[in-house]
């Protein structure tokens, strides 16, 4: 887990309420924007937010043969300016492969010029129910409801062992997470990664769930492991831990997992 936290981090700049406090006391309460890392001998990231060149120095990436971008939204690919160096230095100039919704491939095209100008990465627009292949990780894109942004979440494969990951949802695209038909590539996962912005007692905003919504779409799903991410300052961290046990995980930066 590279980063585990929402677009405003923690602690959130200027901001004292207990949990911001408290990440700014100990370093290990700090979340950065959201990223996973999923390597053996291929290296593929799940999202590339604004903290992304911290994370692959604090965790000595130097190669990366593909990223799935969830939305285009800020957080989630400001980072994919580090494929400039990553690629000229770490990989010989071999290409990384960007994948994501088409509307994530015009805004990269544009913001990103540079690496397609100088075949640094390619951009490829991915549908949702048409899986792909990348580097040895079968990857299938499926929709989901943020805001009224086009945003994925990603089931992931390789050697028999799944993930899904769900960076930012508000709802199904049949309706709430605790009532609407499941998609398929939801079902089953060995871990399951999940958007906790919120708290249901506390203040919840619009665009993404509670740990407590999330806790029960992982259940709801069959997840052998449900692990919540995507934090903000919102959510009771006390209760959560109370919570949280072999099945259900609270996410943390340099958090590590094993298939
Ligand atoms: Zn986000
Ligand atoms: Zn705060
Ligand atoms: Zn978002």
Excluded at 44 to 59: C, F, K, N, T
Excluded at 112 to 133: I, K, N, Q, W
């Amino acid at each position: 887990m590279l980063g585990s936290g929402g677009a405003y981090r923690l602690p959130q700049l200027g901001c004292h309420c207990p949990n911001c406090e408290a990440a700014r006391a100990d370093p290990r309460q700090r979340r950065g924007t959201m990223s996973l890392w999923l390597h053996d001998e291929a290296s593929i990231l799940l999202d590339a937010g604004p903290d992304l060149y911290h994370q692959l120095l604090r965790e000595g990436v130097e190669r990366i043969d593909g990223i799935f971008v969830t939305h285009q939204h800020r957080d989630h690919i400001v980072g994919l300016e580090c494929l400039e160096t990553i690629v000229r230095h770490g990989q010989q100039g071999r290409p990384v492969q960007v994948f994501g919704p088409a509307s994530l491939v015009e805004r990269a095209q544009v913001e990103f010029d540079y690496l397609l100008r100088h075949s640094l990465a390619t951009f490829t627009a991915l549908e949702p129910g048409v899986p792909c292949e990348c580097a040895g990780y079968w990857v299938m894109p499926f929709a989901v409801v943020h805001h009224a942004i086009t945003t994925y979440g990603y089931r992931v494969e390789r050697g028999g062992r799944s993930l899904v990951y769900l960076s930012d949802m508000k709802e199904l695209p049949g309706g709430p997470p605790a009532t609407a038909p499941l998609p398929q590539a939801m079902v089953g996962a060995d871990l399951f990664f999940i958007d906790s912005s919120f708290d249901a007692n506390g203040w919840v905003g619009p665009g993404h769930i509670t740990w407590q919504e999330a806790a029960a779409l992982g259940a709801r799903c069959g997840a052998k492991r449900t692990v919540l991410i995507h934090f903000s300052h919102r959510v009771g961290f006390a209760a959560l831990r109370r919570a949280t046990g072999e099945h259900l995980v609270e996410g943390y930066d340099g958090q590590r997992f094993s298939l």
